[in-house]
């Protein structure tokens, strides 16, 4: 799933938050690319990262993270839908469980995260069960002008983890930051032009 | 409620509820010299959960600037994240939250601002200063200083009252955030705890 999602970020240009360690570690071991922010704490934040970055970036922005992440950073699901610019895709893959810490089950029932996606203000608000589904999603997503949330069921992934990535935090926004750069003729934005949001 | 409803329901902007308790005019005169001083000091982006010792502050943004220059989160965690991610693409944000918004935030100070050096400001309003508050604003006023110590965030005090004294811990705490790439706190006291500490 990660591959697929790498990617299809690739061939748009895009930018992309993984969090947590886990999917970090699963994602720097498949492509070591400067575009993608590699978070190894602060659960619950990859997605309101990854929205502020939209905000002002100019370009088409994944964040993807596991189940215990977003279960973690649910309060956060409006802040993101408000704020994120599309093409603007959360991507959350969902194997029930806490991986890294020995599989205990995360307490997230079947619809919360596409119930509570819809609520917040995302749409599309995708259930997929395969890489099908997967792939299609993914190439709407990233050139539509659309705020989407992919809820992705995967399997327990009983591989050993790869290694941790070879970067220390410090040295992931420089490099992110440069690879990121407006292209030219871009103009960069400093104060946000329109909304989505309105103001009742 | 179904799904189909749910998101229905998100597209629909509530309309806002009649005001039982309107910010007096001189709060909101208050409010907008408060604004324009976070916007001297460089600031282009500014994100916060409401607090009542900012409230003019908070009503101007919510009412002249949302959307733009402003706004909201949900929880002082995702506004720092979504702060961090502004910065990411190039763009100055400022993060105000009350003194017990600190204790929500800081795995997301830690673990995410600090480790990846991101630089970031944060407007503190020192409810319980002095120990001159409310009880349930005393114990984190009373201990703020050394919990942001501990936390290694350099910080500096502002008279909420003058405008002028904050834009300028502000200007000094931007270029600080920038030079060192980390996060710095302007803890700003309310007018009248000041007054309460230095009894005539």
């Not at chain 2, 208050?30 to 600031?43: P, S, T």
């Not at chain 2, 009248?192 to 005539?200: H, T, V, Y």
Request: proline share 7%; with cysteine; net charge negative.
């Amino acid at each position: 799933m990660l591959r697929a999602i790498l990617a299809a970020v690739r061939s748009a240009s895009g930018a992309m938050f993984v969090g947590n360690g886990a999917n970090a570690r699963v994602a720097h071991a498949l492509d070591d690319a400067p575009w993608v922010f590699y978070m190894m704490g602060s659960m619950g934040m990859c997605a309101p990262l990854a929205a502020g970055f939209s905000r002002f970036a100019g370009r088409p922005v994944v964040a993807v993270e596991g189940d215990g992440n977003a279960v973690m950073g649910l309060s956060g699901l409006p802040v993101v839908a408000a704020a994120a610019r599309p093409p603007f895709l959360h991507i959350v893959l969902d194997n029930g469980t806490y991986e890294t810490t020995g599989g205990q089950r995360v307490l997230a029932p079947d619809l919360l995260f596409v119930r509570a996606a819809g609520g917040a203000g995302y749409d599309p608000v995708r259930d997929i069960a395969g890489m099908e589904e997967l792939a299609d999603a993914l190439e709407r997503g990233l050139v539509a002008e659309q705020v989407g949330f992919l809820r992705v069921r995967i399997e327990p992934d009983t591989a050993p983890l790869p290694p941790r990535v070879r970067y220390s935090p410090e040295q992931i926004p420089p490099r992110f930051i440069a690879a990121c750069r407006p292209r030219d003729g871009a103009s960069r934005t400093t104060i946000a032009g329109g909304d989505r949001e309105h103001d009742g | 409620m179904t799904l189909e409803s749910d998101q229905a329901m998100s597209t629909v902007t509530r309309p806002v509820a009649e005001r039982s308790r309107p910010a007096a005019s001189a709060e909101l005169a208050h409010g907008d010299a408060l604004v324009a001083a976070i916007v001297e000091a460089g600031f282009r982006f500014v994100t916060g959960v409401p607090d009542s010792a900012l409230a003019g502050m908070c009503s101007a943004l919510d009412r002249q600037h949302r959307g733009q220059l402003f706004l909201p989160g949900t929880r002082e965690d995702n506004c720092v994240a979504l702060a961090a991610g502004a910065q990411l693409a190039g763009t100055t944000p400022m993060v105000f939250m009350k003194s017990a918004g600190l204790g929500t935030c800081v795995d997301a100070l830690t673990s995410l601002v600090e480790v990846y050096r991101i630089p970031l400001v944060l407007l503190i309003s020192w409810a319980g200063y002095a120990g001159r508050d409310v009880p349930h604003h005393n114990v984190i006023g009373e201990v703020l200083e050394p919990v942001l110590e501990a936390l290694r965030i350099p910080a500096r005090p502002a008279r909420l009252g003058d405008p002028a004294d904050v834009a300028r811990a502000l200007r000094a705490a931007r270029e600080a955030a920038e030079r060192d790439r980390t996060v710095v706190a302007v803890l700003g006291i309310p007018a009248d705890l000041l007054e309460a500490a230095d009894p005539a």
